[in-house]
């Protein structure tokens, strides 16, 4: 297999923490530059015709795009630890929370990022209203997860899941946003701060 990459990107980090989390070695790296607009050259959309990353290559050449799709390929061929739940309500309470925080404030820091950063400026036809009307968004978004960290130790309970990876790097992202957390989220600051120190997030 063959794991074309983009670096610190959000979606490229899921996937590489998403393997450190089930202990699976990562397969052989095909760094991509999103900078130097390596994702749209002709031969990565042969690879992947909506030149996004990251891609996954398997061994009989078959091409895996999109985040979610790489991770539960990985959890289908190494089950433990269970990232997507093991048992029907678990799965569908975790799937549930990994679509809120995508759709929601993964989405819209996200874009932020993308119609306000002067580095996507070459990358993006921007629109700096849409990018405003996302940053509004967000603090709805950070309440409800603030709400669900006030009850429990990761999203969805005890154990960490596929929804924290996402969640997690959706606070990361703010960063290089330029979105603040605002200092009340005391929940999201403290398991935020667990997830930082886990050898996966290095990754």
């Not at 790489?70 to 990994?98: D, V």
């Not at 996200?110 to 070459?122: K, Y």
Request: charged content about 25%; glycine content about 6%.
């Amino acid at each position: 297999m063959k794991l074309y990459d983009g670096g610190r990107a959000p979606n490229p980090r899921r996937v590489r923490i998403f393997f450190a989390e089930k202990g699976v070695p990562l397969p052989e790296l095909v760094p991509i530059d999103i900078a130097r607009k390596e994702h749209r050259t002709p031969e990565f959309t042969r690879i992947n015709p909506s030149q996004r990353l990251p891609v996954l290559v398997l061994d009989d050449g078959t091409a895996l795009a999109e985040t979610m799709a790489i991770c539960r390929y990985i959890e289908s061929l190494h089950p433990k630890p269970a990232l997507f739940g093991s048992e029907p309500k678990e799965a569908a309470l975790i799937e549930m929370w990994n679509r809120r925080i995508e759709l929601g404030l993964f989405t819209a820091v996200s874009a932020v990022f993308r119609h306000s950063h002067p580095a996507m400026a070459e990358l993006e036809d921007q629109i700096p209203e849409w990018a405003e009307a996302n940053r509004e968004m967000i603090d709805d978004h950070l309440m409800l997860l603030e709400l669900q960290l006030g009850g429990n130790r990761f999203v969805c309970g005890d154990q960490l899941t596929v929804a924290d990876i996402t969640a997690g790097i959706a606070i990361d992202f703010m960063k290089p946003s330029r979105v603040p957390l605002p200092e009340d989220c005391v929940n999201i600051r403290r398991w935020h701060g667990e997830l930082s120190a886990r050898p996966s997030w290095k990754a």
